[in-house]
Structures are given as C-alpha cells and as structure tokens.
C-alpha cells in the first residue's frame, strides 16, 4: 500500500475489509481486528497491519479510543472511513447511528466482548453466517423485510446434521423490568426467526432474564456467554416459557 505524500491511498484487500469490520462490530480492539480478517498469525503481517491501522486513524478513517480497564486500545470507525465504504460498498454504511455510543464506556465493553463471543464461536465451527447489529438495523429502517428488533446478530448455526437462524442478543447490563416487558411484546411480533438466544455474563443476570421475559411467546433462550462460548453444542439454554433446558441443536429449525 502507498501512501503518496498529503495524501491516503485505500488498499481494496486490505483496508477497505478492515474498516469495514470495525464497522460491523461497532468497537474493537487491533488484536480482535486482526483475527477476525486472518485465521492464521504471522508476526510481520502483525506489525503491518499495526502501522496501517495507526496511519488510518491518523487519517480519521478509524477512531482510536482509550478506555479505563480495557489492556488496549479500541477502534471505531471515522467520519472519513465511513465516507469510503459508502463509496465502495453496496451496502447502507452510516458512521451517524453510532455517534452517540463513542467513547459510552459500557456500550464499548459490550461491543468488544461480543465480537470476542463470536471469534471463539466461529472457532468452535458452529457458525455458518454472522448478520452485524448495522447491517440488521439498516434491513429494518429502509426495507419492508426486516426483524422486529435491532438485535446484536443474526446467526446461522449449525449442529450436526441441523442448522437453523437465530436472533442473538448479549446482555451485559441489566435493563428494569418494564423494559424487558416491553421487548418480551417486541419478540413477540417477530416473523423472520424462529428462535431468540440471550447470552448473559453471570447467573444472576441469567435469572433476572428468565423472569423479565417470561412475558414473551416466543421460543426465547437464555445462556452464560462463557458457557456457550466454551461448548456451544452442550451448553445449557433455558427456555422462558417453560423454564425447561435446552441444547442448542434444540434452538434450530
């Protein structure tokens, strides 16, 4: 990639993926970043992928972040950045939904823990597709075909001889129990997907769910994320309606 002087030159094989993931995930970290485009470690492609994503943020086609706790830096993605995928991309791209959330410390921890969520997932080989948070709610503002939610990801799993699509949602915070009576009605209207799987951090969380959705008809789910992350294939899903625990083979259509 050359970089004539004044000036930045976007690689098609290199750059343009690499915005457009941090697209994708909202917020991440280089490490993430890089594994997330390269399945196999190479130290100097490493370090030159390091230096690219310094020149583009240099640049403002991604924002570098530094957030209390986290051991690294975070990236999300610039004003100029978006400006290139829209040019590039058949896609909606739009850096503005994601305004109010930069530098919102714990809407930044939920985007980086997820996306690690999902690396380890996709190592496990049980994920066919992955559909980002954006791209989902770009399906449900501008066509008449999309969910009845802004979910985190639609994912196609696959399990054995079973794969189905599923509307995830990782919940690392807890929101009042009026919320979670109002999204039980949202899940309620849902069409597209038959099953609904909430990742949640800790125990409690998970029992909090369990109650605070009890509400939905839906086949909703509920799972410790390390659990699922660890064995996705045996981890315990707890069913709301009838508090029975499920595998995941048993979530697919």
Not at 87 to 114: F, K, M
Not at 125 to 131: D, F, I, Q, R
Not at 222 to 244: G, W, Y
Request: aromatic fraction near 10%; charged fraction near 25%.
């Amino acid at each position: 990639m050359r970089y004539p002087k004044g000036s930045i030159v976007l690689s098609d094989s290199l750059d343009v993926p690499a915005l457009r993931k941090v697209y994708q995930a909202g917020h991440v970290t280089a490490w993430q970043l890089y594994r997330g485009l390269n399945p196999i470690y190479d130290e100097s492609k490493w370090k030159s992928f390091v230096r690219r994503l310094r020149i583009l943020s240099e640049r403002h086609f991604l924002i570098r972040l530094v957030v209390d706790g986290m051991s690294a830096p975070v990236f999300a993605l610039g004003d100029e950045g978006a400006r290139s995928l829209q040019a590039r991309l058949p896609t909606l791209i739009e850096a503005g939904p994601r305004d109010s959330h930069r530098g919102n410390r714990d809407h930044v921890w939920h985007d980086v823990e997820l996306f690690e969520l999902q690396l380890k997932l996709r190592q496990s080989g049980v994920v066919s597709s992955w559909l980002y948070e954006p791209e989902i709610r770009a399906d449900n503002e501008l066509t008449n075909f999309g969910y009845a939610k802004d979910y985190d990801a639609i994912v196609t799993f696959r399990c054995g001889q079973k794969s189905g699509k599923v509307a995830l949602e990782y919940e690392r915070c807890p929101k009042s129990t009026k919320q979670y009576r109002r999204i039980a009605d949202t899940l309620n209207r849902e069409t597209k997907v038959a099953s609904v799987v909430y990742l949640v951090c800790n125990v409690q969380m998970e029992s909090f769910l369990l109650n605070g959705l009890r509400g939905s008809r839906r086949q909703v789910y509920v799972c410790q994320a390390h659990r699922f992350a660890e064995n996705p294939t045996e981890a315990t899903l707890v069913d709301v309606a009838q508090q029975v625990q499920h595998r995941l083979a048993d979530c697919l259509s």
